[in-house]
Protein backbone atom coordinates (compact mmCIF):
# COMPACT_ATOMS: atom_id res chain seq x y z
CA UNK A 1 0.00 0.00 0.00
CA UNK A 2 2.98 2.45 0.68
CA UNK A 3 4.25 1.82 -2.87
CA UNK A 4 1.11 3.04 -4.27
CA UNK A 5 0.45 6.20 -2.25
CA UNK A 6 4.46 7.28 -3.08
CA UNK A 7 4.74 9.10 -6.29
CA UNK A 8 6.79 7.43 -8.95
CA UNK A 9 9.71 9.26 -9.93
CA UNK A 10 9.74 9.93 -13.74
CA UNK A 11 12.44 9.23 -15.64
CA UNK A 12 14.62 11.85 -17.22
CA UNK A 13 13.39 12.35 -20.68
CA UNK A 14 15.34 11.70 -23.06
CA UNK A 15 16.58 14.69 -25.29
CA UNK A 16 16.93 14.11 -29.38
CA UNK A 17 20.37 15.25 -30.72
CA UNK A 18 17.62 17.17 -33.50
CA UNK A 19 15.97 18.88 -30.28
CA UNK A 20 19.53 20.06 -28.64
CA UNK A 21 20.95 21.57 -31.93
CA UNK A 22 17.81 22.40 -34.22
CA UNK A 23 18.36 26.19 -33.40
CA UNK A 24 21.94 26.44 -34.62
CA UNK A 25 21.31 23.98 -37.60
CA UNK A 26 18.42 26.60 -38.40
CA UNK A 27 20.48 29.63 -37.86
CA UNK A 28 23.26 28.04 -40.06
CA UNK A 29 20.74 27.54 -42.81
CA UNK A 30 19.57 31.17 -42.18
CA UNK A 31 23.03 32.65 -43.04
CA UNK A 32 23.53 30.23 -45.95
CA UNK A 33 20.47 31.65 -47.49
CA UNK A 34 21.47 35.61 -46.68
CA UNK A 35 24.99 34.63 -48.56
CA UNK A 36 23.20 32.89 -52.00
CA UNK A 37 20.55 35.52 -52.21
CA UNK A 38 21.88 38.85 -51.36
CA UNK A 39 25.66 38.99 -50.46
CA UNK A 40 27.32 36.88 -53.38
CA UNK A 41 25.19 38.71 -56.18
CA UNK A 42 26.14 42.04 -54.88
CA UNK A 43 29.70 40.68 -54.73
CA UNK A 44 29.53 39.67 -58.11
CA UNK A 45 28.27 43.14 -59.14
CA UNK A 46 30.86 44.83 -57.70
CA UNK A 47 33.68 42.76 -59.32
CA UNK A 48 32.08 43.50 -62.39
CA UNK A 49 32.06 47.50 -62.09
CA UNK A 50 35.41 47.61 -60.83
CA UNK A 51 36.53 45.56 -63.84
CA UNK A 52 34.52 48.12 -65.99
CA UNK A 53 36.16 51.02 -64.67
CA UNK A 54 39.62 49.51 -65.28
CA UNK A 55 39.15 48.88 -68.86
CA UNK A 56 37.72 52.68 -69.48
CA UNK A 57 39.80 53.78 -72.22
CA UNK A 58 39.34 57.35 -73.78
CA UNK A 59 36.33 57.97 -76.37
CA UNK A 60 34.65 55.52 -73.71
CA UNK A 61 30.94 56.43 -73.77
CA UNK A 62 29.70 56.72 -69.78
CA UNK A 63 27.26 58.12 -67.68
CA UNK A 64 28.27 59.01 -64.40
CA UNK A 65 26.26 58.39 -60.62
CA UNK A 66 24.69 62.14 -61.43
CA UNK A 67 23.55 61.64 -64.55
CA UNK A 68 25.87 63.67 -66.55
CA UNK A 69 26.69 61.75 -69.89
CA UNK A 70 30.17 62.36 -71.71
CA UNK A 71 33.03 60.54 -73.42
CA UNK A 72 36.45 59.47 -71.79
CA UNK A 73 38.71 61.88 -72.82
CA UNK A 74 42.05 60.91 -70.92
CA UNK A 75 42.60 58.18 -67.78
CA UNK A 76 44.59 58.45 -64.76
CA UNK A 77 44.80 56.10 -62.13
CA UNK A 78 41.85 57.30 -60.40
CA UNK A 79 40.29 59.59 -62.24
CA UNK A 80 38.83 60.67 -65.75
CA UNK A 81 38.36 63.44 -67.46
CA UNK A 82 35.60 63.53 -69.54
CA UNK A 83 34.07 65.48 -72.43
CA UNK A 84 30.56 66.99 -71.84
CA UNK A 85 30.21 68.93 -74.69
CA UNK A 86 32.24 70.88 -77.12
CA UNK A 87 34.01 73.28 -75.07
CA UNK A 88 33.04 71.50 -71.36
CA UNK A 89 35.38 68.56 -69.74
CA UNK A 90 35.03 67.87 -66.08
CA UNK A 91 37.33 65.90 -64.26
CA UNK A 92 35.80 62.71 -62.25
CA UNK A 93 36.55 60.13 -59.89
CA UNK A 94 36.58 56.80 -61.57
CA UNK A 95 34.09 55.06 -58.90
CA UNK A 96 31.19 57.56 -60.20
CA UNK A 97 30.91 56.20 -63.35
CA UNK A 98 28.19 53.78 -63.34
CA UNK A 99 27.42 52.80 -66.89
CA UNK A 100 28.48 52.58 -70.12
CA UNK A 101 26.51 55.08 -72.39
CA UNK A 102 26.83 52.75 -75.43
CA UNK A 103 24.84 50.12 -73.74
CA UNK A 104 22.62 52.62 -72.60
CA UNK A 105 21.41 53.94 -76.38
CA UNK A 106 21.56 49.95 -77.86
CA UNK A 107 18.58 49.16 -75.38
Same mark, same amino acid.
Given at each position: ??? &???????????????????? &??????? &????????????????????? &??????????????????????????? $??????? $??????????????????????
Amino acid at each position: MID &FLQAAVPAEPQVSWLQQYGS &FIMIGLM &FVGIWLLMWRPEAKRRKQMQE &FREGLKKGDKVITAGGIYGTVKEVKET $SLLIEVD $SDVTLRIDKNMIMADNSAAQQK
